[in-house]
């Protein structure tokens, strides 16, 4: 278990080739997932209703989370080429072509002052211990993981490649 991690990422290519002329679309999809301090709770969440029912273990504590739920991400990349003769062709293309932007990983509702945190924990597993102050809600301030998420935006790009 990896835990915050993707339980699968979807690369898929369409590709139309005639003549020497090349089209490609590319569609990119992550799923929906938890963070991974969730990850972890949801783990000792396990361990102690394992330990309950069996009545041997060791019961771990944890604090509920505020974190939400990291959404879907889906781009959509389009390319072309075109084989001129045996020696020029050409190529263009747009990365991000509907200019989605990144999806922001570190957004949490907080714990608000006026929240009842003792009452968090009610009907929780044992083990959960309640937060022992109020925290405010985070939009994520633009935190993403750049190594899933284009940042970037819409890029366009050509070439030419020419054999002398």
Do not use: E
């Not at 690369?11 to 972890?40: C, E, K, M, Q």
């Not at 109020?134 to 054999?163: E, I, K, Q």
């Amino acid at each position: 278990f990896n835990g915050g991690a993707y339980k699968y990422r979807l690369l898929t290519n369409l590709a139309y080739n005639v003549s020497g002329f090349n089209v490609n679309l590319r569609w990119r999809h992550l799923p929906s997932a938890i963070a991974a301090t969730d990850a972890s709770t949801n783990a000792t969440i396990a361990n102690n209703q394992g330990v309950v029912a069996s009545g041997s273990g060791v019961l771990l504590s944890y604090a509920p989370s505020s974190a939400r739920q990291i959404a879907a991400y889906d781009t959509f990349d389009l390319s072309a080429s075109w084989t001129v003769n045996d020696r020029v062709s050409l190529r263009a293309g747009i990365d991000n072509l509907l200019d989605k932007q990144p999806v922001l990983t570190a957004v949490s509702d907080g714990f608000p002052q006026g929240t009842n945190l003792n009452a968090l924990c009610t009907g929780q597993v044992a083990g959960c211990t309640p937060p022992t102050s109020y925290s405010l809600p985070n939009a994520g301030l633009g935190t993403t993981n750049t190594g899933f998420y284009d940042v970037m935006g819409r890029r366009y790009f050509v070439g030419a490649r020419v054999l002398f």
